[in-house]
């Protein structure tokens, strides 16, 4: 399936909901991993220090690394990422939260919203 007018590169779209039932764990994991960033200048040090102490979804935005995610796979090579994390209010009941897993596909939401089979 590699012909000369399919491109090589891959955008991977990954939606994650947790439930964080520790925030004092994951701040306090957040707030280790800063610690160790020997390169970290001291400005930012500081700044990420606040930013996962007044907010668990900054900490676990600071824990998260989508380069160990993909580190493993043969045949790539992670040219770029970014990634966030908010609070939001969850339904799991919602429809709004159905990833397709009733029709046995996997789906994503393009730009959009409007949802696709994969």
Same mark, same amino acid.
């Given at each position: 399936m590699s012909t000369p007018e399919t491109s090589r590169f891959v955008r991977l779209r990954v939606e994650l909901v947790l439930e #964080?039932?520790?925030e004092k =764990? $994951? *701040?306090?994991?957040?707030?280790?991993r800063i610690s160790d960033e020997a390169d970290m200048p001291a400005e930012e040090r #500081?700044?990420?220090?606040? =930013? $996962? *102490?007044e907010d668990s979804a900054e900490a676990l935005a600071q824990l998260v690394d989508p380069f160990s995610l993909v580190s493993e796979v043969p045949g790539i090579e992670?040219?770029?990422?970014s990634w966030s994390a908010e609070r939001i209010d969850y339904d799991?009941?919602?429809p709004e939260w159905d990833l397709g897993e009733d029709d046995g596909e996997e789906s994503y939401d393009d730009e959009d919203g409007a949802g696709r089979a994969g």
């Open positions: #964080v039932d520790d =764990a $994951v *701040t306090g994991a957040a707030l280790h #500081v700044h990420a220090e606040s =930013a $996962v *102490t992670l040219l770029q990422a799991p009941d919602s």
